[in-house]
């Protein structure tokens, strides 16, 4: 299986069930894998007074996070008319819950697995009861420490999660390139031996394509259908030209990597003859004459005696007459 790409919607559709559905059509338009929503009920997730983030700050004004919130909240009856239009249409469906009852909705639905976002990984009870379905976990570790990843990983397996992946993460929106460490996903690899990903919040394409050159299996993009509507997440999203070019440029590298066997490939054997050289005659030589630098030389094509054979040429004799850049025989 190639990279799995999950086109993150989030809540990217304003709280409205037609932007979704478009949402839908576009991430399964650029070849997404996958497209992710978040499924909450603002009430359970956050406090009355809780402060909005500096980025949401600067994208929707002064308030609360609550206010925001229950603005861009869907039913869940409109996420299961999505998971059904996402089945029609032929994409994954994937939503992240961000309460129990969420949760609990979510769990009735299809979904191959859980994904935990960064907030949520010191949230011991979400855990559990995430780990209590014994669905599999892909889960983002934003603001992380090692030994943070490590708790939240034993409490999982020690209740029921049988397969876990890790996304290096990085929680500012955008992400600036210097804050981005995409070697601390080889780290984790290395650390927890569990496949990992990478769920990106810079702005651009560029990163998560390195970060598939870096072992990524995993790659989660945030997308909008234009970054200039309102809302807290859009300037921080592709818009649907950028995500598929994403996915193309994807689906070229991963192809790119390879087996890592160094060997000619199939498409290049057919100029080793014409890129590589021969011993050839350097000027007229007569048969019996010894071949020496005076006389023999390398040139192209390579259909002849390999140049790594000079010293074994030198000091013997031609066979026969040679003509200038004739390839010798022996």
Not at 161 to 168: A, M, N, S, V
Not at 307 to 320: C, F, Q, S, V
Request: hydrophobic share 40%.
């Amino acid at each position: 299986m190639g990279v799995y790409i999950i086109a993150e919607a989030g809540v990217n559709h304003n709280g409205s069930f037609k932007l979704a559905c478009k949402l839908v059509d576009e991430a399964k338009k650029a070849g997404a894998d996958c497209i992710k929503f978040q499924t909450f009920q603002a009430k359970n997730l956050v406090s009355r007074n809780a402060q909005k983030a500096e980025y949401q700050k600067d994208t929707t004004g002064e308030g609360t996070q609550a206010d925001l919130l229950k603005r861009l909240e869907l039913t869940y009856d409109e996420f299961l008319a999505l998971k059904a239009y996402c089945d029609k249409v032929k994409i994954c469906f994937l939503s992240t819950p961000f309460d129990f009852e969420s949760i609990d909705f979510l769990n009735t639905i299809d979904m191959p697995f859980w994904k935990i976002p960064s907030g949520e990984i010191t949230n011991y009870p979400y855990l559990l009861a995430l780990a209590r379905t014994r669905k599999p976990v892909v889960m983002s570790t934003g603001m992380c420490q090692i030994s943070e990843i490590e708790a939240a990983i034993n409490i999982l397996r020690k209740n029921g999660t049988r397969t876990i992946k890790l996304l290096h993460c990085n929680t500012e929106y955008p992400t600036p390139f210097e804050d981005v460490n995409l070697k601390a996903m080889q780290t984790m690899r290395d650390v927890f031996g569990l496949e990992v990903g990478y769920s990106d919040h810079t702005k651009g394409i560029e990163v998560p394509i390195a970060a598939v050159a870096m072992g990524a299996t995993i790659i989660e993009k945030h997308f909008t259908l234009n970054c200039n509507m309102k809302g807290p997440d859009h300037k921080a999203s592709l818009e649907p030209c950028e995500l598929a070019a994403m996915v193309s440029s994807i689906r070229h590298i991963e192809k790119a990597i390879g087996t890592g066997n160094k060997i000619p490939s199939y498409s290049e054997t057919k100029n080793i003859a014409i890129a590589r050289k021969s011993i050839v005659a350097k000027v007229n030589i007569k048969a019996g004459d010894e071949f020496t630098t005076d006389n023999i030389t390398v040139k192209r094509p390579g259909t002849g005696i390999s140049p790594m054979r000079w010293n074994e040429i030198l000091g013997t004799k031609a066979i026969r007459d040679f003509k200038e850049d004739e390839l010798i025989e022996l």
